[in-house]
C-alpha cells in the first residue's frame, strides 16, 4: 500500500486494498481518498447519500465489504482497515432515513 508522511491512504488505491486483505478478487482503479469521502458520505447521510455515490460504487462497496474477517483475526495494518470496512457495512445496513426531505436548492427540511 502507498504511503506518504505516514498516511495510509495518500496515493492509494482499491487494489492495493485488496492485496492488503488478501482479496484476489478484481478491483477497479479507485482511490482510496475516494473511498474515504464515499466513506464519510454514507456515515453522514446514510441512503441520501446514493445521490452523491454512483450507483456502481454503492454496489462495488456491498460486494468488497461483506465476508470480511474479524479485525481481531487480522495481522498488522489489515486489523484498522477491516474495522473501516466493516463499519461502511455497517452504514449500508442500516435502517433507512427516508422520512424527511431536504432541498438542497431552498435549503429548507420537510417532514414527510
Known amino acids: ?25 478484481a478491483l477497479p482503479d479507485l482511490s482510496l481518498t475516494q473511498l474515504a469521502e ?13 445521490g452523491y455515490i454512483p450507483a456502481e460504487r454503492l454496489a462495488l ?11 481481531e483475526t487480522c495481522a498488522g495494518l489489515a486489523a484498522p482497515v477491516t474495522r473501516f470496512l466493516r463499519i461502511m457495512r455497517a ?9 424527511i426531505a431536504i432541498d438542497l436548492d431552498a435549503m429548507t427540511v420537510t417532514r414527510i
Open 61 to 71: 462497496y456491498d460486494r468488497i465489504t461483506r465476508d470480511l474477517p474479524h479485525p
Open 1 to 25: 500500500m502507498a504511503a506518504r508522511d505516514g498516511c495510509v491512504f495518500a496515493g492509494g488505491d482499491l487494489r492495493d486494498l485488496g492485496a492488503l486483505l488478501g482479496r484476489p478478487e
Open 91 to 99: 452504514y449500508l445496513d442500516r435502517l433507512p432515513n427516508r422520512d
Open 38 to 50: 464515499d466513506w464519510y458520505r454514507l456515515r453522514k447521510a446514510a441512503d441520501l447519500a446514493a
